[in-house]
C-alpha cells in the first residue's frame, strides 16, 4: 500500500515538474505587451489598441479591432534597420480643467493646487522601420523599457532621442 502511494506521488511530482517545465519554455519563445498603433487613413491618424508579441524569429503587431486586420504588422528581427525611442511631454490637466481644478481647490486650500498646472505627464513612443514597412507605437508607462529590452535581446538596437537642451 506505502508503495503504491509512493509510485503515485513520483508520477504525480513528474506530471507537474514537466508541466512547469513545458509552460515555462512556451513563455520564454513568446512574449506580448499591450502597446496602441498609430494608424493613417484617409490623411487622419489614430490610436488603436493593439498586441505586440515578440516571437522567436519576427515581432508582430496585431490591433485588437478585427476591423484593422490590414494593419497588422510583421517584421524579422533581421530586417529591422532601426528602432527608435521618444517620449512627448503633455500637461496633466488640459487649460480649462487645470484652471478648473485651481479655483475649486484653492477655494479649500489656497496655492496648493498651482504646481499642478505644471507638471507634465511623458507619453512613450517607439518607431519600427525596416526597407519597406514601418510602425509608430504609443507605449505604456509601464512597459517601454521591457519592450525596448526585448528588441535587444534579439539583436536589434533601439536608440533614444532625448529633448535638446536650451
Given at each position: 500500500?506505502?508503495?503504491?502511494?509512493?509510485?503515485?506521488?513520483?508520477?504525480?511530482?513528474?506530471?507537474?515538474?514537466?508541466?512547469?517545465?513545458?509552460?515555462?519554455?512556451?513563455?520564454?519563445?513568446?512574449?506580448?505587451?499591450?502597446?496602441?498603433?498609430?494608424?493613417?487613413?484617409?490623411?487622419?491618424?489614430?490610436?488603436?489598441?493593439?498586441?505586440?508579441?515578440?516571437?522567436?524569429?519576427?515581432?508582430?503587431?496585431?490591433?485588437?479591432?478585427?476591423?484593422?486586420?490590414?494593419?497588422?504588422?510583421?517584421?524579422?528581427?533581421?530586417?529591422?534597420?532601426?528602432?527608435?525611442?521618444?517620449?512627448?511631454?503633455?500637461?496633466?490637466?488640459?487649460?480649462?480643467?487645470?484652471?478648473?481644478?485651481?479655483?475649486?481647490?484653492?477655494?479649500?486650500?489656497?496655492?496648493?493646487?498651482?504646481?499642478?498646472?505644471?507638471?507634465?505627464?511623458?507619453?512613450?513612443?517607439?518607431?519600427?522601420?525596416?526597407?519597406?514597412?514601418?510602425?509608430?507605437?504609443?507605449?505604456?508607462?509601464?512597459?517601454?523599457?521591457?519592450?525596448?529590452?526585448?528588441?535587444?535581446?534579439?539583436?536589434?538596437?533601439?536608440?533614444e532621442l532625448k529633448e535638446k537642451e536650451k
Amino acid at each position: 500500500m506505502r508503495s503504491l502511494i509512493n509510485s503515485r506521488l513520483t508520477v504525480l511530482v513528474l506530471v507537474l515538474s514537466l508541466l512547469l517545465v513545458s509552460s515555462g519554455m512556451a513563455q520564454s519563445t513568446s512574449r506580448t505587451f499591450a502597446v496602441e498603433l498609430v494608424v493613417t487613413k484617409d490623411k487622419t491618424s489614430f490610436e488603436t489598441d493593439a498586441d505586440i508579441i515578440f516571437g522567436e524569429k519576427t515581432v508582430k503587431i496585431v490591433p485588437d479591432k478585427s476591423s484593422l486586420s490590414t494593419e497588422i504588422r510583421e517584421f524579422a528581427y533581421t530586417d529591422i534597420k532601426f528602432a527608435e525611442q521618444s517620449y512627448s511631454k503633455k500637461p496633466i490637466f488640459s487649460v480649462g480643467g487645470g484652471i478648473t481644478t485651481v479655483v475649486l481647490t484653492s477655494l479649500i486650500v489656497p496655492f496648493i493646487a498651482v504646481p499642478f498646472l505644471f507638471i507634465k505627464k511623458k507619453k512613450h513612443w517607439m518607431t519600427v522601420r525596416t526597407d519597406d514597412s514601418y510602425a509608430v507605437l504609443k507605449l505604456g508607462d509601464r512597459n517601454f523599457r521591457q519592450i525596448a529590452a526585448e528588441l535587444e535581446t534579439r539583436g536589434v538596437k533601439v536608440s533614444e532621442l532625448k529633448e535638446k537642451e536650451k
